[in-house]
């Protein structure tokens, strides 16, 4: 079993930036596609962000593309996401998944076999 934690949420005001950290305890990780997940008050969780094994590949939901960026850090075990520009509708919890033995860009939650705990992105007007 792959744990998850997840850090760097809190409250920013529109416009701000933040960078969330997801640290795996896992010797699998560089063998693991991770993705962040969001879920706001009464939504369902939805895709934000995937990058593969090495980090050569990334992809992005369209709401959060230009101003979100997945990377990670296989001799840290550490799978980060830069968020710029936010705004309001950026506000949720936010989720780090890993996908152990999966390769390639995978986007739908059940891909993911383990989760974190979650963090609370918190966007002012």
């Known amino acids: 079993q792959v744990r998850l934690v997840e850090s760097g949420g809190g409250l920013v005001q529109a416009g701000g930036s933040l960078r969330l950290s997801c640290a795996a305890s896992?010797?699998?990780?560089?063998?693991?596609?991770m993705g962040w997940f969001r879920q706001a008050p009464g939504k369902e969780r939805e895709f934000v962000a995937t990058i593969t094994w090495s980090g050569g590949g990334t992809y992005y939901a369209e709401s959060v593309k230009g101003r979100f960026i997945i990377s990670r850090d296989n001799a840290k075990n550490t799978v980060y996401l830069q968020m710029n520009s936010l705004t309001p509708e950026d506000t949720a919890v936010y989720y780090c998944a890993a996908a152990p033995g999966l390769a390639g860009v995978l986007t739908t939650p059940s891909n993911f076999g383990s989760w974190g705990q979650g963090t609370q992105v918190t966007v002012s007007a």
């Open positions: 896992t010797r699998s990780f560089s063998r693991s596609t």
